[in-house]
């Protein structure tokens, strides 16, 4: 009978002490409020001064320069030029990048296959080495012989593509497709990783073979990865410098883009249209960033991940 009263009582006790604990007290929690605010305030002084510098910077760039002067630059022959190739070697970049990183982003999302690592590390070969060294490593690729030939003049041969690489406009996107596909890559792989592969499978059991199911079922669920993954090959061909400075050249009229422009302009003193050249290539950054944050990755997945 005691035993019984005993583990009745030691069953109780948690529960007694658990409902007649010790209130926290009222100056501990004005103490732990007060430590929270200071290391809030801590964390926001050390990333608002990153913050500050990017905007001075801007705002730097705007006071340097006046509208009219911004726009008597961009008035000019070989500006607009420079614009009209960008917007053209851009987007020729940013498709073929789609071309690439579409299939490569599914493969690495979806199977399983020998050297998939090895795969994985070479595709941020582009990103983390030196943009000169890009461009370097293109102008001497161009410069292997196969055969009789180098390549360039494989490609140079009219009796073979009569299109000269080196030194033209087909440079300039490639050495822009070569940085920008990689982005496009790691984006459709994140936007596959993140597609519930659940109707995928369903549509294989119902008949359909993996490529049926992919271009049904997988590719339009993945619409606004592909948008993003656009977006961002398309603004980053467009700050791409290093490589088209030693693969294309910075020719006026005729190897020049923005980014060289602002080079050109600095090298024979003309600051001011310098000035107005950065100044629409960070409109257009911002405009981008307003694209893929508004058409950004999650919204894409939100009906793929939904049980």
Known sequence: MLDSQLRL?????????????????????????????????????????????????????????????????LARREIQYAIKLSLLSCTAAALLSLVVGIPLGYLLSRARFFGKTFVDAV??????????????????????????????????????????????????????????????VRTMRVTFDQINPRAEQVALTLGCTRAQAFWRVTLPESRRGVFTAATLAWARSLGEFGPILVFSGATRMRTEVLSTTVFLELSVGQLHAAVAVSLLMIATAVIVLLIVRGFGLQPAFRKGTEP
Not at 9 to 33: D, T
Not at 145 to 162: N, V
Request: with cysteine; hydrophobic share 55%.
């Open 123 to 184: 595709l941020d070969i582009p990103i983390v080495l030196p943009p000169l060294v890009i461009g370097l490593s293109l102008l001497i690729l161009f410069q292997v012989k196969i055969g009789s030939h180098t390549i360039e003049e494989w490609f140079a041969d009219e009796r073979f593509l009569a299109m000269p690489v080196t030194f033209h406009i087909p440079s300039v996107i490639l050495a822009q497709f070569t940085v920008a596909a990689a982005f496009a």
């Open 9 to 73: 009582w030691l069953s109780a006790a948690p529960r007694f002490f658990y409902n007649h604990r010790v209130p926290e007290q009222p100056v501990k929690r004005r103490v732990r409020a007060s430590s929270d605010w200071r290391f809030i305030a801590c964390l926001s002084v050390i990333g608002g001064t990153y913050i500050v510098l990017i905007i001075a910077m801007v705002l730097a760039d705007l006071a340097y320069t006046s509208p009219s002067e911004i726009m008597g630059a």
